[in-house]
Antibody
Framework: EVQLVESGGGLVQPGGSLRLSCAAS????????MSWVRQAPGKGLEWVAD????????YYVDSVKGRFTISRDNPKNSLYMQMNSLRAEDTAVYYC???????????????????WGQGTTVTVSS | DIQMTQSPSSLSASVGDRVTITCRAS??????LNWYQQKPGKAPKLLIY???SLQSGVPSRFSGSGSGTDYTLTINSLQPEDFATYYC???????????FGQGTKLEIK
């Protein structure tokens, strides 16, 4: 069964740090782009960051640049998000997703975020 | 950055109705448009990718269309399990800086 399982969420004070993890199973993890998407309480979805198959490309939404770092460990089938200098507005459920993005020459196909984890909750509050 | 605007923000409909949700991009996104369904307390689920392709396992009453900047999600013959929030998402940006629409909440009339 294709599965993503997040962990590492919790309550942290403003300015603190957390490291989220996502364990992948049931597919060849090293063949896929991966993303983190978050959802603040009662709000919509926000893409946060993504990473390519070998970790050489990483991209972030402007609001987390310089504070969050996405990474992966392919032999361990795991995705991570190191979150530093946390703010109240980072409070959200964080989802790990599999991106069906495939490059060819100078172009690419993109078939969406086709696998999602169950989410892990991050609460930033004093 | 590419902005995505969905309409309406909320919608009331009855079982058996046909509904349409619209998503407009701030620039042409060449059919790099996906639709997701989210039920309360659950992770989103991919319904439609590349504007009109049905994800495996998704009922055929769901369909997508559009081109350029304007896209639609249509649900024919609404079923009780379809009442949820729907999001569009663009995947056109290079590098991949994705954006979602603000969501459309579909409620039972």
């Amino acid at each position: 069964e294709v599965q993503l399982v997040e962990s590492g969420g919790g309550l942290v004070q403003p300015g603190g740090s957390l490291r989220l993890s996502c364990a992948a199973s049931g597919f060849t993890f090293s063949s896929f782009w991966m993303s983190w998407v978050r959802q603040a309480p009662g709000k919509g979805l926000e893409w946060v960051a993504d990473i390519n198959q070998d970790g050489s490309e990483k991209y972030y939404v402007d609001s987390v640049k310089g504070r969050f770092t996405i990474s992966r460990d392919n032999p361990k089938n795991s995705l991570y998000m190191q979150m530093n200098s946390l703010r109240a507005e980072d409070t959200a459920v964080y989802y790990c997703t599999r991106d069906s993005r495939y490059s060819y020459g100078l172009g690419y196909y993109y078939y969406g975020m086709d696998v999602w984890g169950q989410g892990t909750t991050v609460t930033v509050s004093s | 950055d590419i902005q995505m605007t969905q309409s309406p923000s909320s919608l009331s409909a009855s079982v058996g109705d046909r509904v349409t949700i619209t998503c407009r991009a701030s620039q042409s996104i060449s059919n790099y448009l996906n639709w997701y369904q989210q039920k309360p307390g659950k992770a989103p689920k991919l319904l439609i990718y590349a504007a009109s392709s049905l994800q495996s396992g998704v009922p055929s009453r769901f369909s997508g269309s559009g081109s350029g900047t304007d896209y639609t999600l249509t649900i024919n013959s609404l079923q009780p399990e379809d009442f949820a929030t729907y999001y569009c998402q663009q995947g056109y940006s290079t590098p991949p800086l994705y954006t979602f629409g603000q969501g459309t909440k579909l409620e039972i009339k």
